[in-house]
C-alpha cells in the first residue's frame, strides 16, 4: 500500500466517521476493479495493476464482505495496523483534545420504555434516512432522502424543508449557498435546523443577538463560530444565525456608528469564501487560520422590525390601510435592504429566499397525532408512557397558535403538567395529563397578550 493511498483511505475514513456516516454501507473495492475491458479512464496496464493491488488491500477491511458499515470498515482497519504504545499515545492524545471541545450530550440516546435501561445494540432498526456511500466514502445521500429525514420530524413547511435540504446537498458536495428563511416565531424555522444538525454535525446553529463586533470584551463574536472547532470542521460549517433579524437591527452608538453594519462586514468575508485567521485576543486559544470557501450561511429570523416598518411606509403613501403586518407576507431582495437593515452586499450573496407560514391550531393538532409529536417526544426523553385527552390537545393547539410560541408552548406545558405528578409520583410508568375545563379558561385568560420567541 503506498502511503498516498493509504492518507487518502484514513483521512477519507475519519471524515466520514466525524460527519456522523459510520452507519452508511459502502461497498467492498473488488466490486469496482477497472479491468482491459472496462477502463473508462483509459488506464495503462500498470496502472491497472496497482489499481487492482491496492483493491486487494483494501478489501481486507471488508472481511469477505461484499458491503460494510463505514464504521466497522474504519475498526477493522486499526485492528489490523501495525501500532506502536508511542502511535497509540499520540492518536488518544489528539482524540482527548478534541474531547474537550465537543458536547456529546446533543447525540441522541435510545431508550427502552419497557425495561427501562439502554437497549441491545442489536434490537435497534436501522434507520431508513442512513446515507448510502461509495468505496472511498464519498455520500451520495439523495436531496430526497435529507427531505423524508426532515420530513419525519418537522410538520408542514414543504418549501422550507426543500430549500433546506437542497443547501445541505450542495453544501456536501463543496457548492456553497447561502439562504434567509423568514417566517413568524413558532413556524418551524430553527427546528428545521436542529433536526439536520443531530444527523449533519457540521451544521451550527448560533444566537444572532448574542454576536458582537470584533473588540468588544466578554461578547461571543463571528471568530468564536470557528475557534470553538476543530480546523477540518471549522472549514465546511454551516453557519446558521438564528434570530438574524434582530442581528441586522440598527445599534448606532455614541459616536455614530451602526454595530450592526460592522458585524455585516465581517459576514460578508465569510460569504466571500475569503481565507480568514482569527486570534484570541486573551491568549487561552492558539490562532486559526481558515478558509471560508466551504462555509455556507442560513439566516434565520422572523422579520418582525421589517414588516412593520414596511408596512407604515405603504400607509403614508396611501397604499395600505387597517392592520396589514401579517406574518405570512413575502419579501424581495430590495425589502430587506430598504426595511431590513442587511447591505446590498450581503443580499447580492443570498441564494435563496424562503417564506414559513404561520402555523394554526389545526396544525398544532395534527403535530400532536404525529410521529414528531412532542407528546411522544417527552414520554421517550422520561421512559413513560403519556395520555392527553382531546379536549386538552385542542387547548394546546389553541394556545401555541395564539401565543406565537408553538411547539415550544406545548413541551413546557406538558412538561409542566408532567412534573406536577411526578412530584408525587416518580416511579410510575405513565401518566394522564389533563386540563379541566376551570383551568383551560384560566389559562386562556392569563395569556391575552401574545409573547414572542424565536421560532
Given at each position: 500500500m503506498t502511503y498516498k493511498d493509504a492518507q487518502s483511505f484514513w483521512e477519507n475514513y475519519l471524515t466520514l466517521i466525524r460527519g456522523s456516516?459510520?452507519?452508511?454501507?459502502?461497498?467492498?473495492?473488488?466490486?469496482?476493479?477497472?479491468?482491459e475491458e472496462n477502463n473508462p479512464d483509459h488506464l495503462s496496464a500498470e496502472q491497472l495493476f496497482q489499481k487492482e493491488r491496492a483493491a486487494l488491500e483494501f478489501s481486507s477491511f471488508w472481511e469477505d464482505k461484499?458491503?460494510?458499515?463505514?464504521?466497522?470498515?474504519?475498526?477493522?482497519?486499526?485492528?489490523?495496523?501495525?501500532?506502536?504504545?508511542?502511535?497509540?499515545?499520540?492518536l488518544s492524545k489528539i482524540l482527548a483534545d478534541a474531547s474537550?471541545?465537543?458536547?456529546?450530550?446533543?447525540?441522541?440516546?435510545?431508550?427502552?420504555?419497557?425495561?427501562?435501561?439502554?437497549?441491545?445494540a442489536a434490537d435497534i432498526p436501522d434507520n431508513p434516512f442512513e446515507p448510502i456511500f461509495d468505496n472511498i466514502g464519498n455520500m451520495v445521500w439523495t436531496p430526497r432522502q435529507i427531505?423524508?429525514?426532515?420530513?419525519?420530524?418537522?410538520?408542514?413547511?414543504?418549501?422550507?424543508?426543500?430549500?433546506?435540504?437542497?443547501?445541505?446537498?450542495?453544501?456536501?458536495?463543496?457548492?456553497?449557498?447561502?439562504?434567509?428563511?423568514?417566517?413568524?416565531?413558532?413556524?418551524?424555522?430553527?427546528?428545521?435546523?436542529?433536526?439536520?444538525?443531530?444527523?449533519?454535525?457540521?451544521?451550527?446553529i448560533v444566537n444572532g443577538p448574542q454576536i458582537a463586533c470584533d473588540g468588544w470584551k466578554g461578547s461571543y463574536h463571528i471568530k468564536d463560530i470557528f475557534m470553538e472547532e476543530s480546523h477540518g470542521r471549522a472549514s465546511h460549517l454551516i453557519i446558521v444565525i438564528d434570530?438574524?433579524?434582530?442581528?441586522?437591527?440598527?445599534?448606532?452608538?455614541?459616536?455614530?456608528?451602526?454595530?450592526?453594519?460592522?458585524?455585516?462586514?465581517?459576514?460578508?468575508?465569510?460569504?466571500?469564501?475569503?481565507?480568514?485567521?482569527?486570534?484570541?485576543?486573551?491568549?487561552?486559544?492558539?490562532?486559526?487560520?481558515?478558509?471560508?470557501?466551504?462555509?455556507?450561511?442560513?439566516?434565520?429570523?422572523?422579520?418582525?422590525?421589517?414588516?412593520?416598518?414596511?408596512?407604515?411606509?405603504?400607509?403614508?403613501?396611501?397604499?395600505?390601510?387597517?392592520?396589514?403586518?401579517?406574518?405570512?407576507?413575502?419579501?424581495?431582495?430590495?425589502?430587506?435592504?430598504?426595511?431590513?437593515?442587511?447591505?446590498?452586499?450581503?443580499m447580492g450573496r443570498i441564494n435563496q429566499i424562503v417564506t414559513l407560514q404561520p402555523l394554526t391550531a389545526a396544525d398544532f393538532l395534527s403535530i400532536m397525532n404525529s410521529p414528531a409529536s412532542p407528546i411522544e417526544k417527552i414520554g421517550i426523553a422520561h421512559n413513560v408512557v403519556l395520555q392527553v385527552d382531546e379536549a386538552t390537545r385542542q387547548h394546546l393547539a389553541k394556545e401555541a397558535a395564539r401565543s406565537g410560541l408553538g411547539c415550544r408552548y406545548i413541551r413546557s406545558r406538558l412538561q409542566a403538567m408532567l412534573d406536577e405528578q411526578m412530584f408525587q409520583e416518580p416511579d410510575r410508568t405513565g401518566y394522564t395529563l389533563s386540563l379541566s375545563q376551570e383551568e383551560r379558561k384560566e389559562e386562556h385568560a392569563n395569556q391575552t397578550e401574545p409573547q414572542t420567541e424565536a421560532g
Open positions: 456516516g459510520h452507519r452508511g454501507k459502502i461497498h467492498n473495492p473488488l466490486q469496482n476493479i477497472p479491468t461484499p458491503t460494510e458499515t463505514a464504521g466497522n470498515i474504519l475498526i477493522n482497519a486499526l485492528s489490523m495496523t501495525n501500532l506502536s504504545d508511542a502511535d497509540c499515545k499520540a474537550l471541545h465537543t458536547d456529546y450530550s446533543r447525540y441522541e440516546k435510545t431508550i427502552s420504555r419497557n425495561t427501562g435501561g439502554w437497549e441491545n427531505y423524508d429525514y426532515l420530513d419525519a420530524s418537522v410538520y408542514g413547511q414543504e418549501e422550507a424543508k426543500r430549500a433546506a435540504s437542497m443547501l445541505v446537498y450542495h453544501h456536501y458536495h463543496k457548492h456553497r449557498r447561502n439562504l434567509i428563511m423568514s417566517g413568524p416565531s413558532g413556524c418551524g424555522k430553527t427546528e428545521i435546523w436542529r433536526t439536520l444538525a443531530k444527523k449533519f454535525h457540521y451544521i451550527k434570530e438574524a433579524d434582530k442581528l441586522f437591527e440598527p445599534a448606532i452608538s455614541s459616536n455614530g456608528i451602526d454595530f450592526a453594519r460592522k458585524i455585516q462586514n465581517e459576514l460578508l468575508k465569510i460569504m466571500d469564501g475569503d481565507t480568514l485567521t482569527f486570534t484570541d485576543d486573551n491568549g487561552k486559544k492558539p490562532s486559526c487560520t481558515v478558509s471560508c470557501q466551504n462555509v455556507s450561511v442560513v439566516f434565520c429570523g422572523s422579520f418582525e422590525h421589517m414588516n412593520n416598518r414596511q408596512s407604515e411606509a405603504s400607509r403614508h403613501i396611501g397604499f395600505l390601510s387597517g392592520d396589514v403586518t401579517s406574518p405570512t407576507i413575502s419579501h424581495s431582495e430590495e425589502d430587506f435592504m430598504e426595511y431590513g437593515n442587511i447591505r446590498q452586499e450581503i
